[in-house]
C-alpha cells in the first residue's frame, strides 16, 4: 500500500469569469470572441481573457490583483474580498456577428458575470428559424448616422394578449439588424367561421420605440449602460407602411425593413 502525502497545494482564484450570449437566440457564444478587462482609467493595461471548453473567458494576471490571485478562493477568502475594484470589459467579435461592447466591472466576481448579452451586427446573416428588423437610423436634428441607437420592436399575441418585446441596437454609422423570435401564427379554430389565411400570407403590426442619445464624438465602442439608458425620440415611418407613426407590419418569411417617407429612402428619421 502506498501512502500519498501533499506537500503543497497551490490555488489560482480567476477574478473575472465571462460567458456570452447571443442575445437574440439565448445560445452561448465563444468561437471568434476577444475580451479584455483594464483598470478603469487605464485602457493599456488591458489583459485579455482565455477561453475554455465550456464557453467561458477566465482573466488572470489583472493589474493590482495579484494578492487576490494567490488567494484561497474558500468561502472564507470570499467573507474578506469583495468586489471593490474597478475595472472596465471589452468584448469584440473578430467574425463580425456581434457589435462590441464595453461594459464597467467590480473586481473580484465570485463566481460567473454570465450573460453578456451580444447585439446582432448588421452585417450579421440572417438567423434561420427568427423574423429580421432592419433599419438604418439617422439623426435628423444634426443630419447624421445615430450612432449606437436602440430600437425596441413589441407585438401582441392576439390569443392571449400578451406583448414581447426585442430589442436591437444600431452600429456606430446607424444601422440595425434585429433577429427575434416569429409572433404566434393564427390556427384553425372550432369556433370561428372563417380559417385563418396560409401562414405565407399571416401578417403582425409591430410598434417600436427608438432610444437615443447624440454624443460628440460618437464613441468607437458603446458603453452598454450608457446606451441601455438612452431616451426615447421621435420616428418618421415606413413609406409603405399604413399602420401608422412608430408602427409596421411583419409578414411571414419577410425582413422588414424600416424607411422613412423622406428622402434617402434608406434611413428611418429619428428628431427630438
Known amino acids: 500500500m502506498t501512502a500519498m502525502v501533499e506537500l503543497e497545494r497551490v490555488s489560482i482564484v480567476a477574478p473575472l469569469g465571462v460567458r456570452c450570449r447571443d442575445r437574440a437566440s ?125 430600437m425596441d420592436v413589441t407585438w401582441t399575441d392576439p390569443a392571449t394578449n400578451d406583448s414581447t418585446t426585442a430589442t436591437g441596437f444600431a452600429d456606430g454609422g446607424g444601422r440595425m439588424m434585429l433577429p427575434m423570435p416569429w409572433p404566434p401564427p393564427e390556427l384553425n379554430n372550432a369556433n370561428s367561421a372563417t380559417p385563418p389565411l396560409p401562414l405565407t400570407q399571416q401578417t403582425w403590426p409591430l410598434t417600436f420605440v427608438v432610444r437615443y442619445r447624440r454624443r460628440v464624438p460618437a464613441p468607437d465602442v458603446p458603453d452598454v449602460a450608457d446606451v441601455l439608458s438612452q431616451p426615447p425620440m421621435h420616428a418618421l415611418q415606413d413609406a409603405g407602411s399604413t399602420a401608422g407613426l412608430n408602427a409596421a407590419t411583419l409578414t411571414f418569411g419577410r425582413e422588414v425593413v424600416l424607411r422613412t417617407v423622406q428622402e434617402p429612402r434608406s434611413r428611418l428619421l429619428i428628431t427630438a
Not at 51 to 63: D, K, V, Y
Not at 73 to 90: C, K, M, N, R
Not at 135 to 141: F, P, R, S, T
Open 26 to 150: 439565448g445560445a452561448i457564444v465563444s468561437e471568434g470572441l476577444e475580451a479584455f478587462v483594464s483598470p478603469q482609467g487605464a485602457p493599456t493595461r488591458a489583459v485579455r481573457g482565455i477561453g475554455n471548453r465550456s464557453g467561458i473567458l477566465a482573466f488572470f494576471g489583472l493589474p493590482g490583483l495579484r494578492e487576490i490571485e494567490q488567494g484561497s478562493g474558500d468561502a472564507a477568502f470570499w467573507t474578506t474580498h469583495s468586489a471593490a475594484f474597478p475595472f472596465v470589459l471589452d468584448v469584440r467579435d473578430s467574425l463580425g456577428r456581434f457589435l462590441p461592447l464595453r461594459m464597467a466591472v467590480q473586481l473580484p466576481q465570485r463566481g460567473l458575470l454570465v450573460d453578456v448579452q451580444l447585439a446582432s451586427a448588421p452585417s450579421r446573416p440572417p438567423v434561420e428559424g427568427m423574423a429580421t428588423v432592419f433599419a438604418d437610423l439617422h439623426d435628423a436634428d444634426h443630419d447624421e448616422p445615430a450612432a449606437w441607437a436602440v
